[in-house]
């Protein structure tokens, strides 16, 4: 089993930057991939960026170029820089992860608003 755990988003102006967090606790030297997903309301769940165990990334049409997906083996922890956010970002984050089968964790809701 693996666990996650995500952190940092809230409220912030178009135009502004917020960075999410999610640990990894758990199983974690099965895990293969770590991502972000994000839904907004009466919409599905869509890609926003994934990088796997060996550093490569991927990123969704609509954040590329404004987003980075990092991560930091030594705290099993895996980092989304967002910058110039907007209004269309709204959404709540997931962060996910996969071995043999999917994780996620609970959500974290990013507001873009003036």
């Known amino acids: 089993q693996v666990q996650l755990v995500e952190s940092g988003g809230g409220l912030v102006q178009p135009g502004g930057s917020l960075r999410l967090s999610c640990a990894a606790s758990g199983r974690i030297r099965s895990i293969n991939a770590m991502g972000w997903y994000r839904q907004a309301p009466g919409k599905q769940r869509e890609l926003v960026a994934t990088?796997?165990?060996?550093?490569?990334?991927n990123y969704g049409d609509s954040v590329k170029g404004r987003f980075t997906i990092s991560r930091d083996n030594a705290k099993n922890t895996v980092y989304l820089q967002m910058n110039s956010l907007k209004p269309e970002d709204t959404a709540v984050y997931y962060c996910?992860?996969?071995?043999?089968?999917?994780?996620w964790g609970q959500g974290t809701q990013v507001t873009v608003s003036s």
């Open positions: 990088i796997t165990s060996g550093g490569s990334t």
């Open positions: 996910g992860a996969v071995d043999v089968r999917n994780y």
